[in-house]
């Protein structure tokens, strides 16, 4: 009987601590729920996109460093329940904030992953933004830090991998539809592009 009702003490905590945190923004609730309530807390930035509360992102990213790959291919391009693609820019923001020649990892799994094979399920025309938005936030880093893009003993952007690899005409195309996009209204993209071109 006493588990019982410490469960019941414990279910009752829950849901107040979680009815606080969400609809009154109460962040004093943060704490206690991260401790007895991470799953939940982890899922509403990696199933519901959630990335307003700043404390709870740097928790998660921190949280999920060592599979960076896994979390950067899951949890920034999405499909949404219609079908589309969602992009979670607080992810990206945080990575574009977070970067630097020490703390590199999330970055370079945007270089990673930037391969068409990686985003299968995704049209080309949405890959083309998931390029835009991924060479956006890395490409830029590249410039600002030595060791970003670094591999081996030669430095990548993303477009500037794509540049050099792909056939002009290719190129071309891909800018193209950058520009017919009016790149996305992306901040850094063509500055992105710029660096790719002295590839």
Known sequence: MKDLSQQRRFNQQLLISRNKYLFNDDKSQFAWLI???AEFMES???TFGYTEDKKLLKWVMEKNY???WEFVQNNIFIKNCSGNLEIREGI???IWENT???ERKYAMQLLY???RDNWKDFSDSEYTKIL???ANTFDPLTEKYEQVGLQSSAKWSILGGLHFSLPEKEW???IKEFKKNNYYNLPHLQEAIKIAETY
Do not use: C, G, H, I
């Open 113 to 115: 992953l930037s391969d």
């Open 172 to 174: 071309d195309k891909l």
């Open 66 to 68: 060592e599979r960076a």
């Open 35 to 37: 401790t007895n309530d």
């Open 132 to 134: 835009a938005y991924m």
């Open 100 to 102: 630097n020649n020490e």
């Open 44 to 46: 509403l930035v990696t």
């Open 92 to 94: 990206l923001n945080y």
